[in-house]
């Protein structure tokens, strides 16, 4: 079983859709989670950084943490095209650079 | 923002060859860095971890002789494929930790390159 499961995809979706991606974990110590966003080869880019249980909100971004289920959320509101790219979960055991264990990316189109 | 400069950025060379990537933090310095690599559709997996002036340390199942890092200054790191195989062909990609401004230096501090895609014929 992989650490880190995440729907590859691909997810195709009309510009203006609310989008949702998911991850689930089995390693219940996982603390801090994180979202990246990765373009055509290009290096991931963080989009949001999260501890623990909870939500946070970034402009059309939010992401959930739910440790109990072992599942984590980003929610994208209003998509746009330049939406499109692969989206990649990542976790790790502490706040200080850990050993970061990566999903393997939802693509997602966002089509005019 | 801060900067990481990848090169070359999609290689392809022949069985038997080496091949060297360069990992350079263009405006910061990073004591630390990290190699990954990534085969379609499939995770991000780190393969090692490389500090400046000291060896680097590598995960269970990559081999050190084959990937060789060198992490000679604050502002570069290399990592050398030698004698690349088919089975080496795929997405290498290096990250740079910059230190924090308080005391803890989290993972919001970790900048990617943009990658090299190797091509082992």
Redesign the interface.
């Known amino acids: 079983q992989?650490e880190?499961e995440?729907d590859?995809g691909p997810l195709s979706v009309p510009e203006g859709a609310i989008v949702s991606l998911n991850c689930t974990y089995s390693n219940s110590a996982f603390q801090?989670f994180?979202w990246?966003r990765q373009y055509s080869?290009?290096?991931?880019?963080?989009l949001m950084?999260t501890y623990s249980s909870g939500n946070k909100e970034d402009g059309r971004f939010t992401a959930q943490v739910d440790k109990s289920s072992k599942y984590i959320s980003l929610f994208i509101r209003d998509s746009q095209p330049s939406d499109s790219a692969t989206y990649?979960c990542a976790m790790?055991l502490s706040?200080?650079?850990?050993?970061?264990?990566?999903?393997?990316?939802t693509r997602l189109a966002v089509h005019p | 923002g801060a900067v990481?400069s990848?090169h070359p950025?999609r290689v392809i060379c022949k069985s038997g060859t080496s091949v060297k990537i360069e990992c350079r933090s263009l405006d910061f310095q990073a004591t630390?860095m990290f190699w990954y690599r990534q085969f379609p559709?499939?995770?991000?997996?780190?393969m090692a971890t490389s500090n400046e002036g000291s060896k680097a340390t590598y995960e269970q199942g990559v081999e050190k002789d084959k990937f060789l890092i060198n992490h000679a200054s604050l502002t570069l790191s290399t990592l050398t494929v030698t004698s690349a195989h088919p089975e080496d062909s795929s997405f290498y990609?290096c990250?740079a930790?910059r230190a924090g401004q308080g005391r803890?230096?989290?993972?919001?501090k970790?900048?990617?390159?943009?990658?090299t895609?190797l091509s082992v014929l």
């Open positions: 992989k880190v995440q590859p801090y994180m990246y080869r290009k290096g991931p880019e963080l950084y990649l790790t706040g200080g650079y850990n050993k970061l264990i990566f999903g393997a990316g | 990481v990848q950025s630390t559709k499939q995770s991000l997996m780190l990609i990250s930790k803890f230096a989290t993972n919001e970790l900048f990617f390159g943009s990658g895609q």
